[in-house]
């Protein structure tokens, strides 16, 4: 008789005689790179570095593509971004100490923002591990502290025959809901040392998933169906799980309106009469949402800027879906179910009634009406026209990706990402530079299809150097500069606050002559010419760089009284 533990999976003849004769030549970094391939990567990103030189010799013998960044924390964006628009985990390479610690603003943004990244990085020797002070080149006492805060999961190898198990390990939690970066470490020596260990081949690794609980989505059944004004704020959950459509189909079924937080952009059509867009930085949709008797929230922890900066009030029944435990419930009480959104909404379809409610299209038409109308009296012209020009140039479905910049923050808002997972920005962590590299990602991950970076002059700082990349893989970048002469929100926020801005203002190259002098074509435009030449650059293949001197302002906060 034979029981399931019993079962034993036999090594095919194949199998058999590679593990008896691996080819020669292979050291750590061959395992590392072996492992990848079986896990089902195909791109990696990164920069070589004396401690890492092991894995970077395996690259050659594998069919890995690299796409090597200037920067590490770059490198970081450019994974983060490739995990959002593929849904993998994007293998990041990094070398010991100094270089380690330039991802780590990269990793909290994609810890923020739940992108897959597997962070791999070398270590000091073997025999320098365990907090003692040896004095070898970039050692740190302990490496993995500095990133046991911001990712996932730590994986620290000491041992050849560690490294496919730690590799899948942490595969596994960087794209078991709530995706994340995760972190590897592995030793200069543990690497570069010649190994008889047998190819790696296919590596098992299948993420878990997360269901809900079926008594919780019940009782979140039972108050959607019977409630007489429900709303809906649709997160970033939303778009990575893939869940959009799902959230479409049931908020038809209740007639409740939708908002996407800044990180859902595109979950719900922006157009349909259920449409509350996204505009949460307003009073009048803070108030629509306090006024739901029955609010369901999903894919999102409704954190700072998706509550109007926690001016957000809600007199009614919360239910929140949320994959991150550490989000449910951290800003409001509610019925919290925890899992991933996809399987959440698939629950509720299954068990909510179809109710109907007549003024829903029309109570969606005042509040955005009252939106238009507060807007319309600030003056602000130059600003929409200026967004409308860059959402006629760029193609239906094309993916953006926006700095920290006054024109991000009015896409949050305003713009139509027309498609989920289209619309990305760094609102996550909020730091400088995340546009440009991560473009870079996206067309890596997809190269039929243009890709639109948007920086101001102060971000953009932080990426000149990836025009290099961006040439010499000949990636597919439109790159947007919004130059306002320095940190033009900085300046706004602390002219507001005491009256003038100090250190706001910035000493820049002109961004035309130096893209041209990295063989990238650019050109100046005008707000009036904008939404040609940005169509055009668009339009053409590889990378390029539209440069746009104006100085644009936000529209009035609404959460200050």
């Known amino acids: ?102 991802s780590l603003a990269a990793l909290q943004e994609a810890a923020a923002a739940s992108a897959p990244v597997l962070a791999v990085s070398s270590q000091i020797p073997t025999a320098g591990l365990g907090g ?27 041992a050849q025959s560690q490294i496919p198990s730690a590799l899948a390990a942490a595969w596994k939690s960087a794209l078991t809901v709530p995706h994340g970066p995760v972190w590897v470490e592995i030793p200069e020596d543990v690497l570069r040392a010649k190994t008889a260990l047998p190819v790696v081949t296919a590596v098992d690794a299948a993420p878990d998933e997360l269901p809900p609980r079926p008594e919780l989505t019940a009782l979140a059944a039972d108050l959607l169906s019977r409630a007489a004004r429900p709303a809906i704020i649709a997160g970033g959950g939303v778009v990575r799980a893939d869940a959009s459509g799902k959230l479409l189909r049931l908020a038809e079924r209740l007639a409740a309106p939708v908002v996407t937080t800044y990180g859902g952009k595109g979950a719900f059509p922006w157009e349909h009469p259920l449409s509350l867009q996204s505009w949460l930085e307003d009073r009048h949709t803070t108030e629509f949402l ?50 991933d959104a996809r399987l959440a909404l698939q629950a509720l379809l299954e068990t909510v009634d179809e109710r109907t409610d007549e003024t829903a299209p029309e109570r969606v038409r005042t509040l955005l009406g009252k939106v238009a109308d507060r807007i319309a ?26 700095d920290m910049t006054i024109l991000a923050y009015w896409a949050w808002s305003a713009f139509d990402a027309q498609a989920p997972n289209a619309m990305h920005s760094a609102q996550g962590s909020g730091g400088l530079g995340y546009g440009f590299p991560a473009a870079l990602g996206a067309a890596a991950a997809d190269p039929t299809r243009p890709v639109l970076a948007v920086s101001g002059d102060g971000g953009a700082l932080y990426s000149i150097a990836e025009l290099a990349t961006a040439r010499q893989y000949d990636l597919n970048v439109t790159w947007l500069i919004v130059d306002d002469g320095g940190y033009g929100i900085l300046r706004e926020y ?57 100085v644009l302002r936000m529209f009035a906060p609404t959460h200050l009284g």
Request: glycine share 10%; charged share 15%.
């Open 1 to 102: 008789m034979t029981h399931d533990h019993d079962l034993v999976l036999r090594p095919t003849p194949a199998q058999t005689a590679a593990a008896l004769a691996p080819p020669p030549g292979r050291n750590g970094g061959d395992l590392v790179v072996e492992t990848l391939v079986g896990l089902g990567a195909t791109t990696v990103f990164g920069l070589p570095g004396q401690h890492a030189l092991g894995v970077f010799d395996a690259l050659r013998r594998s069919d890995l593509r690299y796409i090597g960044l200037r920067v590490e924390n770059n490198a970081g964006f450019a994974a983060d971004a490739y995990g959002r628009i593929t849904g993998e985990a994007a293998p990041l390479l990094l070398s010991t100490g100094p270089g380690a610690l330039t």
């Open 132 to 158: 003692g002070r040896h004095g070898y080149l970039h050692e740190l006492p302990d490496q993995a502290a500095s990133f046991r805060g911001v990712v996932k999961s730590v994986h620290t190898v000491r």
């Open 290 to 339: 306090a006024d739901a008797d029955v609010l369901l929230v999903v894919g999102s922890g409704l954190g700072e800027l998706s509550s109007n900066y926690h001016t957000f009030a809600p007199r009614g029944r919360v239910i929140q879906i949320e994959a991150d435990l550490g989000k449910l419930e951290s800003n409001h009480p509610a019925l919290g179910i925890h899992a």
């Open 377 to 402: 009296a600030q003056e602000l012209t130059l600003e929409q026209e200026v967004l409308a020009s860059v959402r006629r140039a760029l193609p239906p479905g094309a993916p953006s990706f926006w």
């Open 494 to 550: 602390m002219t507001d606050a005491f009256g003038r801005a100090t250190a706001t203002e910035l000493t820049r190259p002109d961004y035309v002559a130096l893209a041209r002098s990295f063989g990238v074509p650019a050109v100046r435009t005008t707000p009036g010419t904008l939404a040609a030449d940005l169509a055009d650059a668009l339009a053409s293949p590889g990378p390029s760089v539209v440069v746009l001197p104006a």
